[in-house]
């Protein structure tokens, strides 16, 4: 060989060793592709209220999940942490908040069996707590009443089920005895406002229940509860009409849930869904029927949300204690934000 070309190939092969080490070193550094670096993610205190609960005429679809560091076949995406998916076409795909919340209205009946001959409020403490509902929208509850044992029914459940409670009375007797709605709540009752509604003939006061919380950290809610009138037909067109505008008035999305004693097809729901959406039309699954609660054959018990709001089930929930079954919706307070941000994962060059 030409000693004049020998520094020549030393040089080339110096620089060959070099890139090969180099290629080593960025393989080790970003293995398939990605950085392995563990990002974790909040997790919201109610998180495990989101999904929905069994029932004996609702089977709740299975929550499959991928056993933690698992790979996946066929280039799908393989998770590496409770927030992370990397993807082997490269990209890297941050989940979202979690935006969920669960909410369920309920005719408690003074926590008593349906012929009200004994009550059963541990029994229908331990009912809701298994629906894991981050908000309840309870009607038909006592606070200081004689015939149900001087319970401050609200308080009660709120301990029980480790919440916040606003209560409201509509029917205030002799000796401090009320009755009226409430509302129970996971995150902070930030306010809270009772408004009486129209009241026409010899009807029974009835009102609207408003609280306000934030879920998500700049998105107020506000929630509303109502049990209006059972005996006449004028009162509860002449409620609903009040209900409606006051939720139009209101700069939240909102959550509307109670005891309306109309079915769907009535002028009293039809005012309802001018504003809001029925949450059982958009997601509801079974026949959807409230009462009695033995055997059904009448959906009087709604949930209602704001169309900004999305719905991802809902569902009837029956019992032993009340004679009314309980309606439990989950909602998305951010429909239109995507589940997922898509990212291309950087290497060094």
Same mark, same amino acid.
Request: aromatic share 6%; charged share 20%; glycine share 6%.
């Given at each position: 060989?030409?000693?004049?070309?020998?520094?020549?190939?030393?040089?080339?092969?110096?620089? &060959?060793?070099?890139?090969?080490?180099? *290629?080593?070193?960025?393989? *080790?550094?970003?293995?398939?592709?990605?950085?392995?670096?563990?990002?974790?993610?909040?997790?919201?205190?109610?998180?495990?209220?989101?999904?929905?609960?069994?029932?004996?005429?609702?089977?709740?679809?299975?929550?499959?999940?991928?056993?933690?560091?698992?790979?996946?076949?066929?280039?799908?995406?393989?998770?590496?942490?409770?927030?992370?998916?990397?993807?082997?076409?490269?990209?890297?795909?941050?989940?979202?908040?979690?935006?969920?919340?669960?909410?369920?209205?309920?005719?408690?009946?003074?926590?008593?069996?349906?012929?009200?001959?004994?009550?059963?409020?541990?029994?229908?403490?331990?009912?809701?707590? @298994?629906?894991?509902?981050?908000?309840?929208?309870?009607?038909?509850?006592?606070?200081?009443?004689?015939?149900?044992?001087?319970?401050?029914?609200?308080?009660?459940?709120?301990?029980?089920?480790?919440?916040?409670?606003?209560?409201?009375?509509?029917?205030?007797?002799?000796?401090?005895?009320?009755?009226?709605?409430?509302?129970?709540?996971?995150?902070?009752?930030?306010?809270?406002?009772?408004?009486?509604?129209?009241?026409?003939? #010899?009807?029974?006061?009835?009102?609207?229940?408003?609280?306000?919380?934030?879920? &998500?950290?700049?998105?107020?809610?506000?929630?509303?509860?109502?049990?209006?009138?059972?005996?006449?037909?004028?009162?509860?067109? +002449?409620? +609903?009409?009040?209900?409606? @505008?006051?939720? +139009?008035?209101?700069?939240?999305?909102?959550?509307?849930?109670?005891?309306? #004693?109309? =079915?769907?097809?009535?002028?009293?729901?039809?005012?309802?869904?001018?504003?809001?959406?029925?949450?059982?039309?958009?997601?509801?699954?079974?026949?959807?029927?409230?009462?009695?609660? *033995?055997?059904?054959?009448? =959906?009087?018990?709604?949930?209602? *949300?704001?169309?900004?709001?999305?719905?991802?089930?809902?569902?009837?929930?029956?019992?032993?204690?009340?004679?009314?079954? +309980?309606?439990?919706? &989950?909602?998305?307070?951010?429909?239109?934000?995507?589940?997922?941000?898509?990212?291309?994962?950087?290497?060094?060059?």
């Amino acid at each position: 060989m030409d000693d004049r070309r020998r520094p020549w190939l030393e040089g080339v092969g110096l620089l &060959v060793v070099l890139a090969i080490a180099a *290629a080593a070193f960025l393989v *080790a550094k970003h293995p398939g592709g990605s950085d392995q670096q563990s990002v974790s993610t909040p997790t919201s205190p109610s998180a495990a209220a989101s999904s929905p609960v069994p029932s004996p005429d609702v089977t709740a679809p299975p929550v499959k999940k991928a056993a933690k560091g698992s790979k996946a076949r066929g280039g799908k995406a393989r998770t590496t942490d409770p927030g992370i998916d990397v993807k082997a076409d490269g990209e890297q795909c941050v989940n979202r908040s979690r935006t969920q919340l669960s909410v369920t209205s309920f005719n408690i009946h003074s926590g008593f069996n349906p012929p009200r001959t004994r009550q059963m409020l541990p029994t229908l403490a331990a009912e809701m707590k @298994a629906m894991k509902s981050d908000v309840f929208l309870l009607e038909e509850v006592d606070q200081n009443r004689i015939w149900s044992g001087r319970v401050n029914q609200p308080e009660y459940f709120a301990n029980a089920l480790g919440m916040e409670y606003a209560f409201a009375t509509n029917v205030l007797r002799p000796g401090n005895s009320r009755y009226g709605t409430a509302i129970l709540s996971r995150y902070p009752i930030l306010e809270s406002h009772n408004y009486l509604l129209p009241r026409p003939g #010899n009807t029974q006061q009835r009102g609207l229940l408003r609280v306000v919380i934030e879920p &998500v950290p700049g998105r107020k809610v506000s929630l509303y509860v109502t049990h209006l009138e059972a005996t006449s037909y004028a009162a509860r067109v +002449a409620q +609903a009409r009040v209900v409606a @505008a006051r939720i +139009a008035s209101d700069p939240n999305p909102v959550v509307l849930g109670g005891d309306m #004693n109309s =079915r769907s097809s009535s002028t009293t729901m039809a005012l309802l869904r001018q504003r809001l959406v029925d949450t059982w039309s958009a997601a509801g699954r079974g026949n959807g029927l409230t009462h009695p609660n *033995a055997r059904p054959n009448a =959906r009087i018990d709604y949930v209602f *949300a704001s169309p900004s709001l999305g719905t991802t089930l809902t569902q009837v929930v029956p019992g032993t204690v009340s004679d009314h079954r +309980a309606v439990r919706s &989950v909602l998305d307070l951010a429909p239109d934000v995507p589940a997922q941000v898509c990212l291309p994962v950087l290497t060094d060059q």
